[in-house]
């Protein structure tokens, strides 16, 4: 697979739905990077006046997309014109992920991304879990659009394969994700996603949304 490029783009290919294996790690690193760099929560975590932010960054992006392929989670991609140009890595709701018990991924990321980076991200990591549901739930850690491919419609493209993924696994009863970015809660709540709670980071407030696997009955 390729990394989407502006020659590469045609408006009218129809994205499909990919699983994803070790084959893509590169692509998918490439993805959440730019998906990723810009943002605010990545901003406050990583210290972005910092020189050096863009390496803590891919350092951060690199190692957990390897630990979710270690722990042999779902991941999937859309792909238009055998491009990769959006990806999703889900949390099975028994894993439960607690990072500070990683010791080999808290390594990697101290020799790679530095030991504040890692302490604030393990911290802003304990601060979600500490506000899941007390049912088994999906968590949905990483997911990006590339750049040169949002405002298409790609994002809910991803979230609604994300959901299939959801209503297959009988063990799971919602999908939890979070964002710092406020623009984005009137797209998360059109998908029925709704707000658990706040977390607090400097000045930054990261929202934690949850959406039910399965619709209630009435």
């Known amino acids: 697979m390729q990394t989407a490029t502006a020659s590469d783009m045609d408006p009218s290919a129809e994205p499909t739905v990919v699983r994803l294996d ?13 998906a990723y760099r810009h943002e605010p929560t990545f901003h406050y975590l990583f210290n972005e006046r910092k020189p050096g932010y863009d390496r803590r960054v891919r350092a951060t992006i690199r190692e957990l997309i390897d630990l979710y ?31 500070a018990r990683q010791l080999s991924w808290r390594l990697r990321m101290m020799l790679t991304a530095g030991f504040a980076s890692t302490r604030r991200y393990i911290d802003y990591h304990q601060q979600i879990r500490a506000r899941l549901p007390a049912e088994q739930v999906h968590q949905l850690p990483l ?13 809910r493209l991803l979230l609604e394969a994300v959901d299939r993924l959801c209503k297959d696994n009988p063990r799971g009863q919602g999908l939890v994700l979070d964002t710092g970015n406020s623009r984005y809660l009137p797209f998360y709540e059109s998908l029925g996603f709704r707000n658990l709670g706040e977390i607090r980071m400097g000045d930054l407030k990261e929202y934690i949304l949850y959406r039910d696997a399965r619709p209630q009955e009435h």
């Open 22 to 34: 070790r084959t893509a790690v590169n692509e998918a690193r490439s993805i959440l990077y730019k």
């Open 69 to 99: 392929f270690e722990l042999d989670q779902d991941a999937i991609g859309l792909m238009t014109d055998d491009t990769l140009v959006a990806v999703a890595f889900l949390g099975d709701p028994a894993l439960r992920l607690n990072l």
């Open 143 to 155: 997911m990006g659009v590339h750049p040169q491919y949002q405002n298409r419609g790609y994002g």
